[in-house]
């Protein structure tokens, strides 16, 4: 395993596996044996950095979620994990009622849901402190003064490490942070977005952006990151669900579009002159990539891990990843 600083605090930074797991569906579709199995493995093979949130998962049984979180309490239990394995976990996305959605009715941004929403969090992991805490979705409704000091509230009490941020505008990161500079008060460091080798549309309105997808990472994200040389990207659906390898799933209409097929052909073809499978090329065009990213790939079976894993190791040289880049 290989390793990356995330946190530009020397008190609150930490260093993690460049590659982290995303446990969004342990306990709910992936059963406990087999989700104990994924998280024994990962760790075992040098992986210290996973990911859930307070809302996971919610839409599988029409509830509020936590499935998540309470599996991982379980296995942190019974596996003596301690602090040596980084949990990042996510608040505001979690529906205020079964039945609800993040769409329709999402807990938000208050200092008071921020709170109540950590302390659940913990309860359930088992944790007197979480590392990374996402404000997981926009709350348009919460002044931006008052998400940032309940967040800021609990890096002072020392509940939560490091601050993160995810499916937000570009402005509105850069809002919040530039008002916690000012108040001297600890701001956003890692930034999670949907980021892959493929470039979906993103004019495409959704539930939550009426002017297209703000949710990935795109041409003014991006631009950020390499302006703001401490902050992290963490990918999620890094490898879109298995759409490089299967072709039995179709893509969704955002990435229907020429550039995809041009893209598509081309990561396979680096996998073949590599030995490597189209995932593994993707995730390692990632991890070594100049804006400094952080996949997240979930797994469903430790066959699936496995192969995450080896991309690791998986160096691309400096031709295929111009040629992965020049392609458009």
């Known amino acids: 395993m290989r390793y990356r600083t995330i946190g530009a605090t020397p008190a609150t930074r930490r260093e993690v596996s460049v590659l982290s797991l995303g446990a969004m569906l342990f306990g709910s579709v992936t059963d406990e044996a087999t989700s104990f199995a994924i998280l024994d493995r990962f760790v075992e093979a040098g992986g210290t950095f996973i990911d859930t949130s307070g809302n996971y998962a919610f839409w599988t049984d029409g509830g509020q979620g936590g499935h998540s979180e309470e599996l991982l309490g379980r296995w942190r239990r019974s596996?003596?994990?301690g602090g040596e394995i980084v949990i990042a976990t996510k608040v505001g996305g979690r529906p205020l009622a079964p039945g609800t959605s993040y769409t329709d009715n999402?807990?938000?941004?208050?200092a008071k849901i921020i709170r109540e929403s950590a302390e659940r969090s913990m309860e359930r992991m088992g944790l007197d402190r979480i590392d990374v805490?996402?404000?997981?979705?926009?709350?348009?409704?919460?002044?931006?003064?008052?998400?940032?000091?309940?967040?800021?509230?609990?890096?002072?009490?020392?509940?939560?490490g490091m601050l993160g941020v995810s499916n937000h505008a570009a402005w509105r990161v850069e809002r919040a942070r530039a008002l916690a500079a000012r108040r001297g008060l600890p701001g956003y460091e890692i930034l999670q977005y949907s980021h892959s080798?493929?470039?979906?549309?993103?004019?495409?309105?959704?539930?939550?952006?009426?002017?297209?997808?703000?949710?990935?990472?795109?041409?003014?994200?991006?631009t950020y990151l390499r302006e703001e040389p401490e902050l992290v990207l963490v990918a999620y659906s890094p490898l879109l669900s298995g759409r490089y390898t299967r072709a039995d799933k179709e893509f969704p209409p955002d990435y229907r579009h020429p550039g995809?097929?041009?893209?598509?052909?081309?990561?396979?073809?680096?996998?073949?002159?590599?030995?490597?499978?189209?995932?593994?090329?993707?995730?390692?065009?990632?991890?070594?990539?100049?804006?400094?990213?952080?996949?997240?790939?979930?797994?469903s079976s430790v066959a699936q891990l496995e192969e995450n894993l080896a991309a690791v190791d998986l160096e691309l040289t400096a031709e295929?990843?111009?040629?992965?880049?020049?392609?458009?």
């Open 79 to 81: 596996r003596g994990v």
């Open 106 to 110: 999402p807990e938000g941004l208050s």
């Open 133 to 160: 805490l996402y404000a997981h979705i926009e709350d348009p409704r919460t002044p931006v003064e008052e998400t940032v000091e309940g967040f800021a509230a609990l890096v002072a009490e020392g509940l939560v």
């Open 197 to 222: 080798y493929l470039r979906p549309r993103v004019d495409i309105p959704d539930a939550l952006f009426r002017d297209g997808n703000l949710g990935s990472a795109g041409p003014d994200l991006m």
């Open 260 to 299: 995809v097929d041009a893209r598509l052909a081309k990561v396979r073809e680096i996998a073949a002159e590599t030995g490597a499978s189209a995932n593994q090329v993707v995730l390692a065009w990632q991890m070594g990539h100049e804006v400094p990213i952080i996949p997240l790939a979930g797994a």
């Open 320 to 328: 295929q990843r111009a040629a992965l880049d020049a392609t458009h």
